[in-house]
């Protein structure tokens, strides 16, 4: 895999490409109906949270080359 795509559906979420947890006020912001890209060794250590009381739906594709 080179790098993968998520779809973001439902509600927001943050996201941390490190060692860092995220939280409700640190990390990455993603919006519902907005995508995020990762790279294989970003989507290796990803970690998600909800942004608000909704959990997110996502949608993710891998990409190969």
């Known amino acids: 895999t080179k790098f993968v795509r998520i779809g973001v ?6 996201y941390t490409v ?9 990390g990455f912001n993603a ?13 290796d250590v990803v970690k998600f949270i909800r942004a608000t009381g909704t959990s997110a739906e996502l949608q993710v594709s891998q990409y190969k080359g």
């Open 9 to 14: 559906e439902t509600a927001s979420l943050r």
């Open 18 to 26: 490190n060692t860092t947890t995220p939280t409700t006020a640190l």
């Open 31 to 43: 919006v519902a109906g907005s995508f995020i890209i990762l790279s294989r060794e970003e989507a």
